[in-house]
């Protein structure tokens, strides 16, 4: 199979948030689709290791806000790359209660809210569908693809996302970001890994040299 034609696949970038037992959850997806027009209902997809999944599931209710271009890699690697059961990814950043729901309003395009109507389960993913009980737009900011991301964030796409890849490495020393995935190419750069600061950071996900580890 060639999994470059998958790679010609059109996604979004959006973070969905909830609240359960009065603790805000949320994560990074890619997969977003309207399903229908009238009665709105939308389906999006998430990964069921996913903290924020196991939340949704409980609270049957969650936000999704649509990012714009003007979204920093640090909000999407926070949300993208950890877990809502080790860090509070809220903290610093812009959000808004609605409906008494956390949304992230930063970087930010427009939100939709929603009720889950049906799950159904792929794998390692499970698909909601969501019923749009209200959608607001915030500002006239152009929506964020997932190619932009990749392309002019220079992203990656998380191991838990249903469009993660493995890289094929091959060549000089190359360390692999145990977090995010991004490979530091010692043939690529100016400077060999070893010789890099010792605070130097990660530029997709932030975190330090420590969480890197040689790719053999
Ligand atoms: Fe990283």
New binding site residues.
Partial sequence: MDMKALETISYGMYIVTTKKDNKNYGCVINTLTQVTASNVLVAITLNKENATNQAIKESKKCAVSILSEQASSNLI?KFG?FSSRDADKFQEVDTQDVDEFPIVIEGVCSYLIGEVVNIVSCDTHDIFILRVTKAEQLTEEKPMTYRYYHEVLKG?ASSKAPTYQEETVSGGKKYR??????IYDDEKESVKFEDLPDDWK??????GKD??VEVI
Avoid at 177 to 182: A, E, K, L
Wanted: glycine letters at 12%; hydrophobic letters at 25%; proline letters at 6%.
């Fill in positions: 690697a790359y990656k970001c145990t977090i995010c995935g991004y990660c530029p997709c996900c932030g975190v969480k890197f």
